[in-house]
């Protein structure tokens, strides 16, 4: 079992900015992060493969939101600038724990999930 524990949720103004952590208890294949709005489905963010350093963006955040983190310590931060209205939800860590034949973008792909931590956006 891998433990993940989000922080740096919070308020913030349009055009703000946040930046997440994410601890995983143990190293991981890959760490993302997933978010949900109220009465929407979750929905992919962003995803780091820790052995490759590959990347890979939602295009609805691509150029404003940043993926990265410490392979060594087991964390991930999601780096989010210009925030939106739109991008108001609760985020969620999730990690894999190997290679999976999911998209990344699929939150089947995904062994763990962190508990979210919630982003408010205000116009």
């Known amino acids: 079992q891998v433990q993940l524990a989000e922080s740096g949720g919070g308020s913030v103004q349009a055009g703000g900015s946040l930046r997440l952590s994410c601890a995983a208890s143990r190293g991981t294949f890959s760490m993302g992060w997933f978010r949900q709005a109220p009465g929407k489905e979750r929905e992919f963010v962003a995803v780091i493969f820790w052995s490759a350093g590959r990347t890979i963006y939602a295009d609805s955040v691509k150029g404003r939101f940043t993926i990265a983190g410490d392979a060594a310590k087991n964390i991930v931060y999601l780096q989010m600038n210009s925030l939106k209205p739109e991008d108001m939800a609760v985020y969620y860590c999730?990690?894999?724990?190997?290679?999976?034949?999911?998209?990344?973008?699929?939150?089947?792909?995904?062994?763990?999930w962190g508990q979210g931590t919630q982003v408010t956006v205000s116009s």
């Open positions: 999730a990690a894999a724990a190997g290679f999976s034949f999911y998209a990344p973008s699929l939150a089947s792909a995904y062994d763990y």
